[in-house]
């Protein structure tokens, strides 16, 4: 993902709905600068010759107003975002050389009208590297450092691009009153502080909020809102009471707890992009149409999801899947990111095809590329030249107890947890491989895609023929 100059960075999130100014005006003759952070605070600073300073030049500066030490100089990085399009930075891109280009990343990997365009501007924010391996970040022992994570997690799975089961944002929530309104409150104080900062503040929107059913209506925004305190007091009661169990309530060990509690997500850390997918055939008429996901990148895999129900579609780690990107080849066609899973249908084994439709596929194309070559490259350095895993890899006992209990747990709410994938609820083009040619469910295949011999740094692209596009 190297390029030139004007190359961009191909590893964009789903769009920030957060008012803040843009950095073109920011860039004045004073050369002044905002640049924000997770928690819409902003740091102010004033540079010179920022016209043609790069990212890693402006990094030491940002690092140096936040207190950031040099050790942590991996773990962020620079983001334009807008309503429109986010895009991370490389270290050698001029922040204000892309601003001037925004317009044209715009026409080029969005759907927006020419006048929404036109009035879109970025601004800078200083964000979580979705490179930073997620085993990095519980070594960090910069309390500083732990809350800027603290509050980019927070701020996703408020808005709901991290989706978790109702315990898990329950727990979260807890955590986040006990970070930030403090460990000694007694149940009015803390139901007095929850509702000066609103339920939102702790709690998903669309929990928060509700979904507005019918049982929703009967019962009430006021009374959901009050079950939804009462729920939180009493976890924030459990956070507080672990103290008795040896767990630390200092401010660094909460925000350790609210970090490893995400790091259960599978998506955490992902670069996300939006997109579409077709429905599924229904009715006599077998009408379909397309639905809105966003589609989560990350050192750990791929993950599909669904923007209106938040919960998860598709996931799978690199190992599981093949990808490939075709462009429109007639006026009306989309852009297009292919992904290839092993399934299975109708008792048989198949290769599946799911097509995503965003003009970003190019992007996400891109992104998916990289990371597997980074993580080829840890892991060619984390174990020996034969490929075992050295004796400083080799779990102890008790994590392997815990891994072993992550398991078990994670079998038993697999049917109903957001964080499973629901294959079943997908659109796939379904087909087999006889080594000849590709055919729909041929009921035996040569070999698993999952069985297929090993071959590092290598990844089949998906083939796009004109049968299957068909399909």
């Known amino acids: 993902m190297e390029g030139d100059d004007d190359d961009f960075p191909p590893e964009p999130s789903e769009p920030s709905h957060s008012q803040r100014g843009s950095v073109a005006s920011s860039v004045t003759r004073a050369q002044d600068l905002l640049v924000y952070l997770a928690s819409n605070s902003a740091v102010h600073l004033t540079l010179e010759g920022l016209g043609c300073m790069n990212a890693q030049e402006l990094g030491r500066n940002v690092r140096e107003a936040l207190n950031i030490p040099n050790s942590a100089v991996d773990v962020f990085t620079f983001w334009f975002c807008s309503p429109l399009l986010d895009l991370q930075l490389k270290p050698k891109h ?3 050389k892309l601003c001037r280009q925004w317009q044209d990343l715009l026409y080029r990997f969005t759907e927006a009208p020419p006048e929404a365009i036109s009035q879109d501007e970025p601004c800078l924010l200083y964000k979580r590297n979705v490179f930073y391996p997620r085993s990095k970040e519980l070594q960090i022992e910069d309390e500083g450092v732990l809350r800027l994570l603290y509050d980019e997690a927070k701020m996703n799975i408020l808005e709901g691009r991290y989706p978790c089961d109702p315990e898990h944002w329950l727990t979260l929530g807890a955590l986040s009153c006990a970070i930030e309104l403090g460990t000694g409150l007694d149940d009015q104080a803390l139901t007095v502080a929850i509702r000066e900062k609103k339920l939102s503040s702790f709690l998903p929107a669309h929990a928060a909020l509700g979904g507005g059913g019918f049982l929703s209506t009967l019962r009430g925004r006021g009374g959901r809102n009050a079950e939804m305190e009462q729920n939180l007091i009493k976890e924030y009661r459990s956070v507080c009471s672990s103290a008795a169990t040896g767990s630390s309530l200092e401010p660094i060990a909460l ?33 379909g149409g397309r639905k809105a996901v966003s589609v989560g990148i990350s050192l750990e895999g791929v993950y599909v999801m669904d923007v209106k129900e938040k919960h998860v ?48 596929a190019e992007l996400m194309s891109g992104l998916i590329e990289f990371c597997v070559e980074l993580r080829s490259v840890g892991e060619s350095a984390a174990t020996g030249t034969d490929g075992e895993v050295t004796p400083s890899q080799e779990p102890t006992g008790r994590e392997t107890n815990e891994k072993t209990r992550e398991r078990r747990q994670g079998k038993m709410r697999r049917q109903s947890s957001v964080v499973c994938s629901r294959v079943y609820s997908l659109n796939t083009i379904s087909y087999v491989d006889d080594g000849k040619e590709i055919k729909r469910l041929k009921p035996k295949r040569a070999a698993s895609f999952f069985t297929r011999p090993a071959q590092p740094h290598t990844y089949s692209a998906v083939q796009v023929t004109e049968s299957l596009e068909q399909g």
């Open 255 to 287: 925000l350790r707890r609210y970090l490893r509690s995400c790091h259960t997500l599978p998506y955490y850390g992902c670069a996300f992009f939006m997109g579409e997918i077709d429905k599924p055939a229904q009715g006599l008429l077998h009408r």
């Open 313 to 360: 579609l598709l996931g799978l780690k690199f190992s599981e899947l093949s990808w490939d990107h075709s462009y429109p080849e007639t006026e009306g066609d989309s852009h297009i990111l292919w992904l290839e899973f092993d399934g299975e249908e109708a008792g048989m084994p198949v290769n599946k095809l799911l097509k995503i439709y965003s003009k970003k």
């Open 94 to 96: 001029l922040p204000y």
